[in-house]
C-alpha cells in the first residue's frame, strides 16, 4: 500500500465541486491510503468523507512563517507520498510543490499546470468549466474519471431531526440572499419581494427560511424568511448540507450553499450577474438551474418567481 495527498484548501463550493474528483482518486487508487490536505474550516468536515482515510490540517500560516513551514513539510514528507493530487491550484500549492517536489512531472504532481493541454496556458486553460478541468487534470494523470464531472456532495449529510422537529419543517423553501461584504456584485436585492409573491400564491403551503452563516445572523433576523439555527448558532457544514438537501426548491446567490445545492440533487436556481457564468463555476445540474443577467439589480421578483412557480407546477 503507498500513501497519495490530495490538496483541497476550500472554499466552501469548491469543496462541493471537488467530491467526484475525490472519489475518482480514491476509486483509482483503492490499494492505496488517501490523505488529505485542507484548512481549518473543512477538517472535520472532511473526516467524513468516505473516500479519505486522513486528513492533514494545514494552517496556512504566512510563507514567511519559516517554523511553521518547516513543520508542514516535515509531516508531509513523513508520509513518502508517491502522487499528489493538487486540486487547489493556487500559488501556495504551487509554494509547496517547489518545495516537495521542485522537478516533479505530472506523474508525481497532478495540477492544473503540470497537466496542461499542449499549446494553451493556464489563463486560457482558466477560461473553461471547473469540473472540465478537473476531468482533464485527473485523465492526463491517467485516471478513469467517472465522477468527476457529476459530483455527489451528500456523502456530507449529517441527522438533523431535532431541527426539523423544533421549526416544524416538512415543505419549505430555503433561501440564500447572502454573500461575502467584499463581493456584495453577487447580491440579488429582491428576496423580500419575492419572499411576498410566495406567501401571496402559494398561501402556508411552503415554510419560507434562510440559514444565515456566523457573520450573518443579525442581518438574518431583518429578512421576512425564518432564520435557521441551532442553540442559535449557525448550523455546521453538514446540518447545512441536509438541510439544503431536504428542500422543495433553493434560490441563491453565487455562493457556497448554491454550489451544495447543485450537487446534492436539490431543485433550486441561483442568480448570476456579470461576476463570472454558470459555465465557468460549473453549477448547472439536472435540478439546479441558474438565471444569468448582466445587472442583477435588473432582475425582477417576478421573472424568479415564474421560474419558481414553473418548477413547483
Known sequence: ?????????????????????????????????????TTKPYFELFRKNPHIHEVILDKRSSRMNIFYLYSLMKE???????????????????????ILFPKASNEIWSSSITTLPDGKNKEEFDKISVLERFNHQLK??????????KPDFKWACSNIDEIF????????????PFCSPHLTLKKW????ELTDLILKNFNEEYKIITVPGPNEIDDAKNLKAIPILDNDKAL???????????????????????HIAAHVGAKGLTLFGKHTTAYKVSIERENFKPIQVEDLKKLSADRVFERLSNSLS
Open 140 to 149: 492526463t494523470s491517467n485516471l478513469k474519471t467517472n465522477n468527476t464531472l
Open 165 to 176: 422537529k423544533r421549526y416544524n419543517l416538512q415543505k419549505y423553501i430555503l433561501l440564500f
Open 76 to 98: 508531509l514528507k513523513k508520509h513518502n507520498f508517491i502522487k499528489v493530487f493538487d486540486l487547489q491550484n493556487s500559488s501556495r500549492t504551487s509554494f509547496y510543490k517547489n
Open 236 to 258: 455546521n457544514i453538514s446540518q447545512l448540507t441536509t438541510l439544503i438537501q431536504k428542500s422543495s426548491f433553493v434560490i441563491a446567490n453565487d455562493t457556497g450553499p448554491a
Open 189 to 192: 436585492p429582491y428576496y423580500d
Open 1 to 37: 500500500m503507498s500513501n497519495i495527498l490530495i490538496i483541497k484548501h476550500g472554499s466552501l463550493g469548491d469543496i462541493a465541486q471537488a467530491s467526484g474528483a475525490i472519489q475518482d482518486i480514491f476509486e483509482n487508487h483503492s490499494n492505496d491510503k488517501i490523505f488529505l490536505l
